[in-house]
């Protein structure tokens, strides 16, 4: 359901927590390398419930370091836990982060006004206290030594334009039972005095407007609810104003599912709502067959979950990546969805969800046998014995296991039973796993590998990589930081020579490469994307003859590559500018002198 995503997609995201709780009034995040992906910062409160304090789009920002801080929410709560959101659509390379400063008070300070929802940001821009960029609004560093001046300036006249709420009132308003609903859907809730004020506004201002749009209205609405008798609402119309257009009812099932099924899930509940025919096809689980609960990880619970149970008759494909976590779902609750629902899954995504453990890896093994797809990246609650559980499995395809405690033994039989498997990702596992033994038997067993992701495998020697040259789809490696690799002989030319239909080879930070490593790899007139990354003995001839020779190659990065200048780089560049070359910031002894 491509549909949930709103206009900006969160693609990840990293969860800081701080030492000592404030009320939040600005984050600043140190972006060091390619800025601008940060789209959301969210706090969690005390109950483990997160709150969206900014959003934003994505941005196309010059490639320099900037303090990024944009305008917070009012924050009514305490929080040390900051979690950053990221969208890298419009970066052509990854973004780098050094540091992120949170800054806030020990007391909840609001501006000494009665404007709903003010806090200390909107009152700095009111005193003209932070001069922003034209260029970009949130960047503090047009003067980087004057970064958070403004909070020093306000800081010496806070009594003059804030007030302080002790406890006794903000405290109390955030455990009541009323409150605490109405925290669901707001952000923030005004102390009591502007809350009447802003009531008393709205009677005098907006609701005399409310009256007569209302009533501007009525020559032209037709409203009807069919929920019972009682419900009927109709506004009579002269036939000279009426038009009739059909009644939606009388259109066939099938095509109001065709229709629906554009719909988000969000918009299939709220359509429940109006009357007993829609409630009904609403419902229909042809509309349920394919399920993306991520976007609403900061409120999906076992409720939800339950309310969406009966619906699911057909479900195929769920994903509940980052849902679940701070026991918003338990691992009975999902386990009785999936006896409930999961029986025809294909496609199933648990990525980041904090109540996976063995027991719930020992149901799917049981419910789910039709399973192609795994993902359970940081699922760090399965053991090995859990895992186990899955070698039951016999059509999967993609398996993600990234940062998961697996061992060599149970995934070798994992892969010895699911010949089909084509895509794998044993990425962070460092020593964990043996990937040699691992590279043997995807040798052995998956002919159909297409993709595999052994990034920072610290196990993978010139044997595994050998081993792997069995597998001649491959269209994707990934052996960045493999530090076992070392000289890599003639392995990797088995390997490249092997596999003709490569599209992206990722070999960061191997310097033992060398020219005649990689040459087999001209033969790869599919290759996309390069990864040289701190190849020091690699030469320019090598480097030229991909960027001619390989038609459909888009990125190759030749950063730390000491062996290729600066100035051929940019002569590449301008010859060649269908290439994006990548050449991260470097000192040469030349700039230290």
Request: hydrophobic letters at 35%.
């Amino acid at each position: 359901m491509p549909q949930n995503n709103g206009d900006i997609v969160s693609q990840d995201y990293i969860d800081l927590e701080f030492y000592q709780e404030v009320y939040p009034i600005r984050v600043s995040i140190y972006e060091t390398y390619n800025p601008g992906s940060v789209v959301g910062v969210w706090a969690q409160n005390s109950d483990g419930k997160w709150y969206q304090l900014w959003s934003g789009v994505p941005q196309s920002v010059p490639h320099k370091p900037r303090i990024f801080s944009p305008r917070l929410q009012l924050c009514n709560f305490k929080t040390k836990m900051i979690r950053l959101e990221f969208n890298h659509d419009l970066l052509d390379y990854y973004t780098e982060l050094d540091a992120v400063l949170l800054i806030g008070t020990s007391e909840l300070i609001v501006p000494n006004n009665n404007l709903h929802n003010q806090n200390l940001n909107d009152l700095i821009q009111h005193l003209g206290y932070l001069e922003y960029s034209s260029e970009d609004t949130y960047n503090l560093t047009p003067d980087y030594l004057k970064a958070n001046q403004d909070l020093s300036i306000l800081k010496k006249t806070l009594s003059k334009h804030c007030k302080l709420f002790k406890s006794m009132i903000v405290d109390n308003m955030s455990k009541g039972k009323l409150v605490s609903k109405i925290g669901q859907h707001y952000q923030s809730v005004p102390p009591l005095e502007e809350a009447f004020n802003s009531l008393q506004q709205f009677l005098q201002e907006d609701f005399p407007k409310l009256i007569r749009d209302i009533q501007h209205s009525k020559s032209s609405t037709l409203f009807e609810q069919d929920n019972s008798p009682n419900d009927r609402f109709s506004i009579s119309l002269t036939d000279s104003e009426y038009q009739p257009c059909g009644s939606f009812s009388a259109l066939p099932d099938e095509t109001v599912l065709k229709i629906l099924k554009n719909l988000d899930l969000r918009s299939l509940c709220c359509l429940c709502r109006v009357n007993r025919h829609f409630n009904n096809i609403a419902r229909d689980a042809l509309l349920y067959t394919s399920l993306n609960l991520k976007p609403y990880w900061y409120c999906l619970d076992t409720s939800a979950l339950n309310y969406l149970a009966s619906r699911c008759k057909y479900l195929q494909q769920l994903d509940l990546s980052w849902c679940g976590n701070y026991n918003m779902i338990k691992y009975q609750d999902f386990i009785h969805f999936i006896h409930t629902s999961g029986t025809l899954l294909t496609h199933l995504r648990l990525n980041c969800c904090q109540f996976v453990n063995d027991t719930v890896i020992f149901e799917i093994s049981k419910v789910c046998k039709n399973l192609k797809e795994l993902c359970l990246r940081n699922c760090m609650g399965i053991t090995n014995e859990g895992f186990s559980k899955l070698e039951c499995l016999e059509l999967l395809e993609r398996l993600e296991l990234y940062r998961t405690n697996i061992e060599t033994s149970t995934l070798c039989t994992i892969l010895k039973n699911n010949i089909q498997m084509r895509h794998l990702n044993l990425a962070g596992m460092h020593d964990r796993l043996n990937i040699d033994e691992i590279a043997v038997e995807l040798g052995n067993s998956c002919p159909y590998l297409e993709s595999v992701d052994f990034w920072k495998a610290q196990t993978l020697t010139p044997h595994g990589v050998r081993a792997l040259s069995h597998c001649s789809n491959l269209r994707e490696v990934d052996f960045g930081w493999c530090g076992g690799m070392g000289a890599p002989g003639d392995s990797l030319r088995a390997l490249l020579s092997s596999c003709q239909y490569l599209e992206k080879v990722f070999l960061a930070a191997l310097r033992g490469l060398t020219d005649r490593d990689l040459e087999p790899l001209l033969q790869c007139q599919r290759l996309q994307q390069l990864d040289l990354l701190g190849a020091r003995s690699l030469t320019p001839d090598i480097c030229y003859k991909f960027i001619l020779f390989c038609p459909k190659l888009e990125m190759i990065d030749l950063s730390f590559c000491e062996g290729i200048s600066d100035f051929i780089v940019q002569e590449w560049r301008q010859f060649f500018p269908r290439v994006s070359i990548k050449r991260s910031f470097q000192v040469t002894s030349r700039d230290m002198l």
